[in-house]
């Protein structure tokens, strides 16, 4: 079992995501932002750890140190690092705000607004799930009235819309491949959407008709092989698709008892799939000892059923949903609603 | 800062007003709101003041003036009362998972989840006073509630400390003491500044304070340290032989560790060798030339009246360090049954004479005496939150030390603490998922609590309500997580998102709603002309059969896109099966039949005569319908439709009877 730190950080955490590396730099990030939910005042919040010696001493503890907030009445909803020094939230006034985070000073600014892009004008709904269209700082967000909206920094109002995107909330969002986004929905549908073309309809409709009622709460690219998806079910099982194969899931394993808030691949080691779950649990997959059937990746085999996959709990006492958890290197943190961050380190990846 | 401290709706005559306990800062004020009225919102109070009516029109509910929203105890949530509760949460449910054992809870077990909390308690006592600390000096009024806070909570690890010694320790012999010297030192003001200041003194002994920090560190069994003060004497030097006398005593004092080895009667024996020792010194006049020496050696000895001499008394902060300095030196072997205990700690809170007894103090001697029922209903009335009785009872009672006593509602005492605890988390609204846990420890009154305060969670936001839905299910709460998700469909419907709305009533299985948001979408196809939201109904899969309505809706959109591919003959096998299965409303059936029409219309064949017969069959049914309509439809304006509607019914009859002819001629064997 890994060695943890908690820190006990008194607002409930909804989102925590590390700072992207330097480009080229193989020193692992040390700084990550978390949000909070459900609270009068909600608050971003920039984290180092591990902290600088000087907190280190005073604490006498390696919890993460914190840097700098911003707060607001809003519950931050999602979270995504634009670059290194920007920061966006989705907040569940219908807005997203943009942050801009400078390491020197330590201080987070607010940066730009784009208020109530999701929602009708007297009643905004939330925004729930953002994603940074890759190659540019563009920002893709997805609300609970179904819509999808492209951001641009330098602009005050959105810069695309595509206002009947689904039907339901759009859950989750990948932006990972240019000019691409898929969006999850909570009827259980994954759309993808083409950018190139003028999007009135999405280029297609991947569906997971399981029998009993399933929403989708998280997508995720696999960062080798862009057709892989993994999906996050609010049932706890995890759906893994081949994007070239509409039809039918690859395969759809009942993992967890709860949600899956999360599930994503790890960015250089993408054998190890980390999700996190409304029962508490943090769960580690480790599909490094699976041999890859030639093109296929260990993930579509039947590995999984097969119980050739290592899965390790990484908080088995914890009883509160684990709503986020990120990975960059080495280390895992993840946020609960028991107003705790948890930051695993040193993981063991092959 | 004005707080509410209570609420309540008057009586008798004055039953429609509201009266208010108001706190600003110490003061308190009862108000009664003649021309306010109040309203609950969320779990707080929203309160106007009705004289600001406009005068001309008396009936009319408009409003100028302040509305003013209320909340209770605001103040006392922080970043480390926050911490407290969650990080007491996750321990008070290892603790019961633990006591649900079939063992129950060992002893071991207790006393662990006892330094958890006692540690939780120091971390936020630390924190608070970081906090203060850290509050600039426009916020003075912040700035006091915290210190009151963190005097509030060290208090509280005060009388944890000692219960915990007193009761959940299984201590062997002789090890009480010891424990209570740790107990004292721990919560004592710390002295190193003291010390600092007479080692930096050039002359150490004429430092008013060196013989107090002397007795004081020989009355908390540090005597190692009484030893080094004592050593920066000059008269050591000088006179050596003096000192070095009551350096010798102090070095033999006999330690009660728990070795574990000694027995009862060793210990005892040892301690008393070395006292009379110390009184042979004492007797030979060893020490008569420094009398603050002698002073020492007579609390060594053990006497009375020498313990309680002035210099000894005020090198004591409290009382309870008196009284455990005294029975370290009179009864070293004392147990906490021993009447001995009491009896030093109602003479050292007489000598004190700490203004009337405060109140933490009559919760301390209570604590002496063994009387946890008064210890309990002391702290529930004196400690402003539930946390600290609510824990220490719970730890009691699985201990077994509390008998079940009976409270005139009948359920135990500790439950009832706890319901208390969790309805004081829930005036905060991020606090709800621990709330609801506390309540489901508490078997009899906790489900009812729970109903009750689930449905007035507010659902901000759909992943919200999904929380809240998975902690009814969690505990079994059917009826409010149905609740929940009507709430959440409604919401949606009212805003037009009737896709939502479906995926409410597709999680909740509610077949109601299901149907009639079916019958939406038709309508609005019937409207439109087309249908609203395909992706749902393409994907709807198996969870269409919820409802008939609904399975009916899927299997038409179904329809639509075979036609809409060129698949004409399974679209025209899906229309009749559709009639034939029962699933179609009567209101449908023209809408089914004359989509029909173009099929029965086509060149190739689509249906054969079973098919045909089926659909004339309905065709039948609806027609003495139509033509019944037709008699009351002389007085209807709307005539044209009517003709239009007759148009239609003769079209079909046409196109089906010369379908049947063309499917019989295709059955037929060939000649």
Redesign the interface.
């Given at each position: 079992m890994a060695e943890w730190v908690v820190k006990y950080v008194g607002h409930k955490v909804s989102k925590v995501r590390w700072r992207p590396q330097l480009a080229g730099s193989i020193d692992p990030s040390d700084i990550f932002a978390s949000g909070s939910w459900d609270d009068v005042v909600n608050r971003v919040c920039i984290w180092r750890f591990p902290a600088t010696a000087k907190a280190a001493d005073e604490e006498g503890l390696n919890e993460p140190e914190l840097v700098c907030a911003q707060t607001g009445p809003a519950d931050i909803m999602d979270l995504v690092f634009l670059n290194r020094d920007h920061l966006a939230c989705a907040l569940s006034d219908g807005s997203v705000a943009v942050f801009s985070y400078k390491e020197a000073a330590g201080t987070l600014s607010h940066v730009r607004d784009w208020k109530k892009v999701h929602g009708q004008k007297d009643l905004p709904s939330p925004c729930t799930s953002l994603g940074v269209l890759a190659g540019s700082a563009n920002v893709v967000s997805g609300g609970e009235d179904g819509r999808l909206n492209i951001l641009r920094l330098d602009d005050q109002r959105p810069y695309a819309t595509i206002a009947t995107a689904d039907s339901s909330t759009i859950t989750g969002l990948d932006c990972s491949i240019p000019s691409e986004v898929l969006a999850s929905s909570s009827n259980g549908m994954l759309k993808v959407w083409d950018l190139r073309k003028p999007p009135s309809k999405p280029a297609r409709i991947l569906a997971i008709e399981s029998g009993d009622y399933t929403s989708i709460n998280g997508v995720s690219r696999h960062p080798n092989q862009p057709n892989l998806v993994v999906l996050g079910c609010c049932d706890g099982s995890l759906c893994f698709w081949d994007l070239r194969q509409e039809k039918m899931p690859a395969s759809l394993c009942h993992a967890h008892t709860l949600d899956v808030w999360e599930a994503k691949f790890h960015r250089s080691y993408p054998d190890q799939l980390f999700t996190c779950c409304q029962d508490g649990s943090l769960w580690h997959w480790d599909a490094s000892s699976v041999e890859g059937s030639g093109q296929r990746s260990s993930w579509l085999s039947g590995a999984i059923a097969c119980g050739k996959v290592d899965i390790v709990n990484h908080l088995p006492h914890n009883t509160l949903s684990v709503n986020s958890c990120d990975i960059e290197s080495r280390h895992l943190v993840c946020g609960t609603d028991g107003e705790a961050i948890f930051v695993i380190m040193d993981l063991n990846l092959n | 800062k004005i707080e509410l401290a209570g609420l309540c709706p008057g009586w008798g005559k004055k039953k429609n007003r509201w009266i208010m306990a108001l706190q600003e800062g110490t003061q308190f004020y009862i108000r009664q709101m003649r021309t306010m009225r109040a309203v609950w919102k969320d779990f707080g109070v929203v309160v106007y003041d009705t004289k600001n009516k406009s005068r001309d029109d008396k009936s009319a509910k408009v409003y100028s003036g302040a509305i003013v929203e209320l909340q209770w105890e605001s103040s006392k949530w922080?970043?480390?009362t926050?911490?407290l509760v969650?990080?007491s949460?996750?321990h008070f449910?290892?603790l019961q998972e633990a006591a649900a054992g079939p063992n129950g809870a060992q002893a071991d077990v207790l006393v662990k989840c006892s330094r958890h909390f006692r540690a939780i308690l120091h971390e936020c006592v630390l924190e608070l006073k970081k906090i203060a600390t850290a509050t600039d000096g426009d916020a003075e009024a912040d700035r006091e509630s915290y210190v009151y806070q963190c005097e509030l909570f060290s208090m509280m690890e005060l009388i944890w400390h000692l219960c915990e010694i007193l009761y959940l320790e299984v201590l062997p012999v002789g090890c009480l003491i010891q424990q209570l010297l740790e107990w004292v030192r721990w919560h004592s003001t710390p002295y190193e500044q003291l010390q600092h200041d007479i080692i930096s003194a050039p002359c150490p002994e004429e430092h008013e304070h060196f013989w107090h920090l002397v007795y004081k560190l020989s009355l908390q069994g540090s005597i190692r340290e009484a030893r080094d003060v004592l050593r920066l004497h000059s008269f050591a030097h000088n006179s050596p032989k003096v000192f070095e006398s009551m350096d010798e005593l102090l070095a033999k004092m006999p330690m009660m560790y728990s070795s574990g080895m000694a027995s009862k009667a060793e210990l005892l024996r040892s301690w008393q060798e070395w006292r009379g020792e110390c009184c042979r010194r004492r007797d030979r006049g060893d020490f008569m030339l420094v009398p603050e020496l002698q002073l020492l050696c007579q609390v060594l000895c053990g006497e009375e009246d020498a313990l309680l001499d002035k210099s000894i008394v005020e090198s004591c902060d409290e009382w309870y360090e008196l009284m455990v300095g005294q029975l370290l030196f009179t009864s070293p072997l004392v147990l906490s049954t021993d009447y001995d205990v009491v009896a030093t700690a109602e003479k050292c809170l007489g000598v004190f004479d700490a203004g009337g007894g405060a109140v933490r103090d009559k919760i301390l001697l209570s604590a002496l005496q063994g009387d946890i029922m008064n210890l309990i209903t002391l702290c529930s009335a004196s400690i402003s939150n539930w946390w600290f009785v609510a824990h220490l009872t719970t730890i009691f009672h699985h201990s077994g030390i509390l008998l079940a006593s009976q409270l005139e509602y009948g359920f135990k005492l500790s439950e009832f603490l706890i319901l208390e605890y969790a309805s004081s988390i829930m005036s905060h609204?991020?606090l709800w998922?621990?709330a609801l846990?506390y309540l489901s420890y508490c078997p009899t009154q906790g489900r009812h609590y729970q109903s009750m305060y689930v449905e007035r969670i507010p659902l901000?936001?759909?992943?919200?309500a999904?929380?809240v839905l998975?902690a009814c299910n969690q505990y079994q709460l059917k009826e409010e997580a149905k609740t929940v998700c009507r709430v959440m469909a409604m919401r949606a419907y009212r805003?037009g998102?009737?896709?939502?709305a479906l995926?409410w009533s597709?999680?909740s299985k509610d077949a109601a709603f299901a149907a009639s948001l079916a019958e939406k979408y038709f309508d609005s196809y019937q409207s439109l002309g087309e249908f609203?939201?395909l992706?749902?109904l393409?994907?709807l899969?198996?969870?269409m059969l919820l409802s008939n309505k609904l399975a009916f809706l899927g299997k038409y959109r179904e329809f639509h896109r075979l036609y809409g591919n060129g698949e004409f003959v399974a679209a025209g096998q899906l229309l009749v099966q559709l009639l034939v299965s029962n699933i179609v409303p009567m209101k449908f059936w023209m809408t089914i039949l004359t989509d029909a029409l173009p099929l029965l219309e086509l060149e190739s064949q689509v249906f054969n005569t079973e098919q045909t017969y089926a659909l004339a069959h309905f065709l039948r049914q609806l027609s003495p319908i139509a033509s019944q309509s037709l008699d009351h439809a002389a007085a209807e304006q709307d005539t044209s439709s009517q003709d239009g509607n007759n148009n239609k019914v003769s079209l079909l009859w046409l196109a089906l009877v010369r379908n049947l002819s063309r499917a019989m001629l295709e059955a037929a064997p060939s000649l």
């Amino acid at each position: 079992m890994a060695e943890w730190v908690v820190k006990y950080v008194g607002h409930k955490v909804s989102k925590v995501r590390w700072r992207p590396q330097l480009a080229g730099s193989i020193d692992p990030s040390d700084i990550f932002a978390s949000g909070s939910w459900d609270d009068v005042v909600n608050r971003v919040c920039i984290w180092r750890f591990p902290a600088t010696a000087k907190a280190a001493d005073e604490e006498g503890l390696n919890e993460p140190e914190l840097v700098c907030a911003q707060t607001g009445p809003a519950d931050i909803m999602d979270l995504v690092f634009l670059n290194r020094d920007h920061l966006a939230c989705a907040l569940s006034d219908g807005s997203v705000a943009v942050f801009s985070y400078k390491e020197a000073a330590g201080t987070l600014s607010h940066v730009r607004d784009w208020k109530k892009v999701h929602g009708q004008k007297d009643l905004p709904s939330p925004c729930t799930s953002l994603g940074v269209l890759a190659g540019s700082a563009n920002v893709v967000s997805g609300g609970e009235d179904g819509r999808l909206n492209i951001l641009r920094l330098d602009d005050q109002r959105p810069y695309a819309t595509i206002a009947t995107a689904d039907s339901s909330t759009i859950t989750g969002l990948d932006c990972s491949i240019p000019s691409e986004v898929l969006a999850s929905s909570s009827n259980g549908m994954l759309k993808v959407w083409d950018l190139r073309k003028p999007p009135s309809k999405p280029a297609r409709i991947l569906a997971i008709e399981s029998g009993d009622y399933t929403s989708i709460n998280g997508v995720s690219r696999h960062p080798n092989q862009p057709n892989l998806v993994v999906l996050g079910c609010c049932d706890g099982s995890l759906c893994f698709w081949d994007l070239r194969q509409e039809k039918m899931p690859a395969s759809l394993c009942h993992a967890h008892t709860l949600d899956v808030w999360e599930a994503k691949f790890h960015r250089s080691y993408p054998d190890q799939l980390f999700t996190c779950c409304q029962d508490g649990s943090l769960w580690h997959w480790d599909a490094s000892s699976v041999e890859g059937s030639g093109q296929r990746s260990s993930w579509l085999s039947g590995a999984i059923a097969c119980g050739k996959v290592d899965i390790v709990n990484h908080l088995p006492h914890n009883t509160l949903s684990v709503n986020s958890c990120d990975i960059e290197s080495r280390h895992l943190v993840c946020g609960t609603d028991g107003e705790a961050i948890f930051v695993i380190m040193d993981l063991n990846l092959n | 800062k004005i707080e509410l401290a209570g609420l309540c709706p008057g009586w008798g005559k004055k039953k429609n007003r509201w009266i208010m306990a108001l706190q600003e800062g110490t003061q308190f004020y009862i108000r009664q709101m003649r021309t306010m009225r109040a309203v609950w919102k969320d779990f707080g109070v929203v309160v106007y003041d009705t004289k600001n009516k406009s005068r001309d029109d008396k009936s009319a509910k408009v409003y100028s003036g302040a509305i003013v929203e209320l909340q209770w105890e605001s103040s006392k949530w922080n970043s480390a009362t926050r911490k407290l509760v969650n990080q007491s949460y996750v321990h008070f449910v290892r603790l019961q998972e633990a006591a649900a054992g079939p063992n129950g809870a060992q002893a071991d077990v207790l006393v662990k989840c006892s330094r958890h909390f006692r540690a939780i308690l120091h971390e936020c006592v630390l924190e608070l006073k970081k906090i203060a600390t850290a509050t600039d000096g426009d916020a003075e009024a912040d700035r006091e509630s915290y210190v009151y806070q963190c005097e509030l909570f060290s208090m509280m690890e005060l009388i944890w400390h000692l219960c915990e010694i007193l009761y959940l320790e299984v201590l062997p012999v002789g090890c009480l003491i010891q424990q209570l010297l740790e107990w004292v030192r721990w919560h004592s003001t710390p002295y190193e500044q003291l010390q600092h200041d007479i080692i930096s003194a050039p002359c150490p002994e004429e430092h008013e304070h060196f013989w107090h920090l002397v007795y004081k560190l020989s009355l908390q069994g540090s005597i190692r340290e009484a030893r080094d003060v004592l050593r920066l004497h000059s008269f050591a030097h000088n006179s050596p032989k003096v000192f070095e006398s009551m350096d010798e005593l102090l070095a033999k004092m006999p330690m009660m560790y728990s070795s574990g080895m000694a027995s009862k009667a060793e210990l005892l024996r040892s301690w008393q060798e070395w006292r009379g020792e110390c009184c042979r010194r004492r007797d030979r006049g060893d020490f008569m030339l420094v009398p603050e020496l002698q002073l020492l050696c007579q609390v060594l000895c053990g006497e009375e009246d020498a313990l309680l001499d002035k210099s000894i008394v005020e090198s004591c902060d409290e009382w309870y360090e008196l009284m455990v300095g005294q029975l370290l030196f009179t009864s070293p072997l004392v147990l906490s049954t021993d009447y001995d205990v009491v009896a030093t700690a109602e003479k050292c809170l007489g000598v004190f004479d700490a203004g009337g007894g405060a109140v933490r103090d009559k919760i301390l001697l209570s604590a002496l005496q063994g009387d946890i029922m008064n210890l309990i209903t002391l702290c529930s009335a004196s400690i402003s939150n539930w946390w600290f009785v609510a824990h220490l009872t719970t730890i009691f009672h699985h201990s077994g030390i509390l008998l079940a006593s009976q409270l005139e509602y009948g359920f135990k005492l500790s439950e009832f603490l706890i319901l208390e605890y969790a309805s004081s988390i829930m005036s905060h609204p991020s606090l709800w998922p621990i709330a609801l846990d506390y309540l489901s420890y508490c078997p009899t009154q906790g489900r009812h609590y729970q109903s009750m305060y689930v449905e007035r969670i507010p659902l901000t936001s759909e992943r919200k309500a999904i929380k809240v839905l998975r902690a009814c299910n969690q505990y079994q709460l059917k009826e409010e997580a149905k609740t929940v998700c009507r709430v959440m469909a409604m919401r949606a419907y009212r805003s037009g998102r009737l896709g939502v709305a479906l995926s409410w009533s597709l999680r909740s299985k509610d077949a109601a709603f299901a149907a009639s948001l079916a019958e939406k979408y038709f309508d609005s196809y019937q409207s439109l002309g087309e249908f609203m939201d395909l992706d749902l109904l393409d994907h709807l899969g198996s969870a269409m059969l919820l409802s008939n309505k609904l399975a009916f809706l899927g299997k038409y959109r179904e329809f639509h896109r075979l036609y809409g591919n060129g698949e004409f003959v399974a679209a025209g096998q899906l229309l009749v099966q559709l009639l034939v299965s029962n699933i179609v409303p009567m209101k449908f059936w023209m809408t089914i039949l004359t989509d029909a029409l173009p099929l029965l219309e086509l060149e190739s064949q689509v249906f054969n005569t079973e098919q045909t017969y089926a659909l004339a069959h309905f065709l039948r049914q609806l027609s003495p319908i139509a033509s019944q309509s037709l008699d009351h439809a002389a007085a209807e304006q709307d005539t044209s439709s009517q003709d239009g509607n007759n148009n239609k019914v003769s079209l079909l009859w046409l196109a089906l009877v010369r379908n049947l002819s063309r499917a019989m001629l295709e059955a037929a064997p060939s000649l």
